[in-house]
């Protein structure tokens, strides 16, 4: 036993080993006399993608909130230089943190949203083990939306000679200066429906966030007749990096109703007034299946 004892002390008293010394919870390396780090500042630079106009700023905070593809770069302090040290996060890599000038560094890019925490060997203490959040803030797509005409479905008057159309498209990051006005115009009668598609590009007015795009179809030139429609859609894209978002508006629909028809009374009446609507209903069916 007296022998025992003599071992323990001995050990005791002389210094552990480093693997050891690495791996001691702060409580038990701080009773032996051993020195742990801990985190003593801590600061995150954020570059946002160009695209976004947003200021590149440093936070003091290790919960950053940022936008979707920024470049992170952490700076850390150690009251004691570790062995090593490193960020951990729970969807993604391992990333070691260099030591450069008194202060330990990595960089990452962020592209999605998730918990972190910061490690070191020698342990940290336990308040500073905790997990650590990113908010990344994603890029919206654009929104389009026909301010001319207002409504889905419109009937060509009499005389009608020209058809404006207006379209606004709006973004967190701004939208393209260009644009692209899908036309698609029926033809014939009855079952001897066709229809020919063709796309024009446009380009915007206004500021880059809530761009305006116009364009005047011809009647006339189109070779439109009576009983036929025109469907337009505009494309946009936003400026995201390095793959735009895409988004088409909903159709806008020019229909050249059939000429009036004379007054009838009873089922006659009833069927001339809601039969050519019914199948012109049918045919719009046909034609958007076809574009889909």
């Known amino acids: 036993a007296a022998l025992a004892c003599a071992a323990v002390v001995a050990t005791w008293q002389r210094p552990l080993p480093e693997p050891l ?55 850390l ?28 560094q990595a960089e990452h890019r962020i592209e999605r949203a998730g918990l972190y925490r910061i490690v070191a060997e020698p342990a940290l203490p336990l308040a500073q083990r905790r997990l650590h959040r990113i908010e990344m803030v994603r890029d919206q797509p654009p929104q389009v939306r026909a301010i001319q005409p207002a409504q889905s479905l419109n009937l060509r008057s009499t005389g009608q000679r020209h058809w404006p159309l207006a379209f606004e498209a ?15 115009q029926t033809n014939g009668d009855g079952e001897n429906i066709t229809s020919s598609e063709r796309v024009v590009p446009l380009n915007g007015s206004g500021p880059p966030r809530n761009r305006r795009f116009t364009y005047v179809f011809d009647l006339v030139r189109s070779g439109l007749t009576v009983g036929n429609d025109v469907i337009v859609q505009l494309t946009v894209r936003d400026n995201r ?52």
């Open 241 to 292: 990096q390095p793959t735009p978002q895409v988004v088409r508006s909903a159709s806008v629909i020019l229909r050249w109703p059939p000429d009036a028809i004379g007054m009838s009374t009873g089922l006659d009446g009833l069927a001339q007034q809601v039969l050519p609507a019914y199948f012109r209903s049918q045919r719009q069916i046909i034609i958007d299946a076809e574009a889909l």
């Open 21 to 75: 010394r690495r791996y001691l919870p702060p409580a038990i390396a701080q009773a032996l006399g051993v020195q742990t780090p801990s985190i003593t500042g801590i600061s995150i630079a954020i570059d946002p993608p160009g695209y976004t106009g947003q200021p590149s700023r440093v936070v003091d905070s290790a919960d950053p909130r940022l936008a979707e593809a920024s470049r992170v770069r952490w700076s």
């Open 170 to 184: 709006t973004d967190d990051h701004g939208v393209a200066t260009s644009a692209e006005l899908r036309i698609i």
């Open 77 to 104: 302090q150690f009251s004691v230089a570790p062995a090593k040290a490193w960020l951990e996060f729970d969807n993604g890599p391992r990333i070691a943190l260099q030591a450069r000038d008194g202060r330990w």
